[in-house]
T-cell receptor
Framework: SQQGEEDPQALSIQEGENATMNCSYKTSINNLQWYRQNSGRGLVHLIL?????REKHSGRLRVTLDTSKKSSSLLITASRAADTASYFC????????????FGTGTKLQVIP | DTEVTQTPKHLVMGMTNKKSLKCEQHMGHRAMYWYKQKAKKPPELMFVYSYEKLSINESVPSRFSPECPNSSLLNLHLHALQPEDSALYLC???????????????FGPGTRLTVT
């Protein structure tokens, strides 16, 4: 089964609103990453948070990590139509950085 | 240059055909990956090459045969595929320095494969 489960599966918001996506995982991790994928294209790396970090920011992105609950959230503030995409969390088990497992993904639609 | 290129963009092949997918990067990355992604699903890891040697094979059927001719190129040879192998095939690369940056993967745009 998938390492990461994300919710919601789909999210539709108005431009300017904030979008929050959640990811839960099952085993111990070294870090957790978030990627974006536009409509059947390649994935783009957004942000990496290490297991000893609780929060990280990058531009309009804010990621939190709670290792005790094995969960992470991605917040996109002041969303834009260009943020419309699928968002995946990705984890690599402790000791194995190459074997990355992607979560089920959240499909975000930002309405202009 | 932070780009991973993949060719072809689209490929339609019959079940008896032999074809190859190609991937190239010039970032000096020494780890390269093949993923398979079905519609509305996350990418699934198929193979990982590390310093041109196969390091991970996720129990992929032998009709998929990877090859890493040099540190910049990665091929995926296809033979006797099934219609259920139709998917988006993604190539990625990453550094191999065991720092956190090693986890960040750079993806190509993918090859959309249809098996008829």
């Amino acid at each position: 089964s998938q390492q990461g489960e994300e919710d919601p599966q789909a999210l539709s918001i108005q431009e300017g609103e904030n979008a929050t996506m959640n990811c839960s995982y099952k085993t111990s991790i070294n870090n957790l990453q978030w990627y974006r994928q536009n409509s059947g294209r390649g994935l783009v790396h957004l942000i990496l948070i290490r297991s000893n970090e609780r929060e990280k920011h990058s531009g309009r992105l804010r990621v939190t990590l709670d290792t005790s609950k094995k969960s992470s959230s991605l917040l996109i503030t002041a969303s834009r139509a260009a943020d419309t995409a699928s968002y995946f969390c990705a984890t690599a088990a402790s000791g194995g950085y190459q074997k990355v497992t992607f979560g089920t993904g959240t499909k975000l639609q930002v309405i202009p | 240059d932070t780009e991973v290129t993949q060719t072809p963009k689209h490929l339609v092949m019959g079940m008896t055909n032999k074809k190859s997918l190609k991937c190239e990067q010039h970032m000096g990355h020494r780890a390269m990956y093949w993923y398979k992604q079905k519609a509305k699903k996350p990418p699934e890891l198929m193979f990982v090459y590390s310093y041109e040697k196969l390091s991970i094979n996720e129990s992929v059927p032998s009709r998929f045969s990877p090859e890493c001719p040099n540190s910049s190129l990665l091929n995926l040879h296809l033979h006797a595929l099934q219609p259920e192998d139709s998917a988006l095939y993604l190539c990625a690369s990453s550094q191999q320095d065991f720092l956190p940056s090693s986890y960040e993967q750079y993806f190509g745009p993918g090859t959309r494969l249809t098996v008829t």
